[in-house]
């Protein structure tokens, strides 16, 4: 079988949805941490285009952007599928799939932003998990892939962590439980599922990374 | 039970523009209505309520939103004829880098070539000139980004072209200048009905963009 290696870094949400999908699979593969602030020579000859990881290199061929990684995996080891096979049933959840890529950038958003620019991020995080309440959670039980996690629950797992560890960072609340009970019920779903719940980023450790990354930020900002 | 085939669109949108080609180039027989986008229409805020956009295909009473997923489930779905994606799973994730590389930078880069002026229109129109030429080199010696026949990718990125003379127009470049290889490209998709049909007329489209320019209070 041809070999399979993965560039990532230990804090991406990106780098986890392969990771992840790798392992659903039962696939093995070479993990290979990547520094972003010094990019090594195999990740910029892989991804000349964005420089980005993830980044899936099979048989020594290389496939970029998260999803399309996803949607490779799901074609090559049919094993527990990440995807209906319904045609319509797949539009829908490619529509929530990239529904949720878009809406990742808010991470980005709110970990850069101060003051005003914060606050509309904040807005926007709030839109975005009232049309996971009322729209994407509507007729989902346990997962968005049915019993079992799918491609859309993978997708949506920035909110599931990353955004504890954003508000931790921040100080600020933004997801109240009592709110979004259909969002707070999916993500103890998610988090307890057995492959989640051993591949995730340590909190702790993610909380100082960011904090400093942000003091630093904010200190250059001002200087 | 016949198969129900609906388009809401608008005419100038890009997006919608390659949902014209893919059910173009599978022959189906469809309904096409014409969004009026100051002023939607119920069956719009219906079928897409979480972003009250068009395109959106409706299939037999069913909606499916976002131009790409639509381009695959047409693809998927009347897979009998002109096959859009490529077969082979590596070929397969190579279009859908390059479409998904369309999305990210033509529409937001083009945009701010006509919406801004000055430097920042200087540094549009650079940005707009690298992402042409990049798609270009992937284009390299083959007829369509698809190989022998237009594929996904063709699909994805030539309703674009039908923006080129606006953004030539606001930002006063040639885009053929400097990249005549992706122009003699478009020119070649042109010749195919599916394309030919599903374009408007790039004149058409830039008195839309000054119109647009006007409403905006862009000069």
């Known amino acids: ?223 | 039970m016949a198969e129900e085939v609906v388009l809401l669109d608008f005419w100038p949108s890009p997006f919608g523009m390659r949902s014209r080609i893919a059910l173009a180039e599978k022959g189906i027989k469809y309904e096409h209505k014409e969004e009026d986008l100051r002023n939607k229409s119920a069956l719009l805020l219906q079928m897409n309520p979480v972003h009250k956009k068009i395109p959106v295909l409706i299939h037999n009473g069913k909606p499916v939103c976002e131009s790409l997923i639509q381009v695959q489930y047409i693809d998927e779905v009347w897979h009998d004829k002109a096959p859009l994606l490529p077969s082979d799973p590596y070929q397969k994730a190579t279009a859908r880098f390059w479409a998904d590389y369309v999305d990210k930078k033509i529409y937001e880069v083009g945009g701010r070539v006509w919406k801004t002026k000055g430097e920042k229109q200087a540094t549009a129109k650079k940005e707009l000139i690298e992402t042409l030429k990049l798609l270009e080199k992937e284009l390299g010696d083959k007829p369509y980004f698809g190989g022998e026949s237009l594929g996904y990718v063709d699909v994805a990125f030539i309703p674009f072209y039908s923006w080129f003379y606006a953004l030539e127009k606001c930002g006063n470049f040639s885009i053929e200048a400097e990249c005549p290889k992706l122009i003699a490209w478009a020119k070649r998709c042109m010749q195919k009905e599916s394309v030919a049909k599903s374009l408007p007329d790039q004149q058409k489209v830039y008195d839309f963009i000054l119109e647009m320019k006007k409403h905006f209070g862009i000069e």
């Open chain 1, 1 to 223: 079988m041809a070999v399979v290696k993965l560039l990532g870094t230990w804090f991406s949400p990106y780098g986890h949805r392969v990771i992840w999908a790798l392992k659903l699979k039962g696939i093995l593969y070479e993990y290979i941490e990547e520094d972003v602030r010094n990019k090594s020579p195999s990740l910029l000859q892989y991804n000349p285009i964005h420089k980005q990881v993830p980044v899936l290199v099979h048989g020594g061929k290389p496939i970029c952007e998260s999803t399309v990684i996803l949607q490779y995996i799901d074609e090559i080891w049919p094993q527990n599928p990440l995807l209906p096979a319904d045609p319509y049933d797949r539009a829908v959840a490619l529509f929530w799939i990239k529904f949720a890529d878009d809406k990742g950038l808010l991470m980005s958003k709110l970990y850069r932003g101060n003051g005003e620019e914060q606050q509309a991020a904040v807005k926007e995080w709030l839109e975005m998990l009232e049309v996971m309440e009322e729209h994407a959670l509507i007729g989902v039980k346990k997962f968005f892939g049915g019993d079992e996690i799918n491609m859309v629950d993978i997708a949506f797992s920035f909110v599931a962590h990353w955004l504890g560890i954003l508000e931790d960072v921040l100080g600020l609340e933004i997801f109240k439980p009592h709110k979004f009970p259909r969002v707070s019920s999916w993500i103890q779903n998610f988090k307890s599922s057995p492959i989640i719940k051993d591949n995730l980023p340590d909190a702790d450790k993610m909380s100082t990374f960011l904090k400093r990354g942000r003091e630093m930020m904010l200190t250059s900002k001002s200087n």
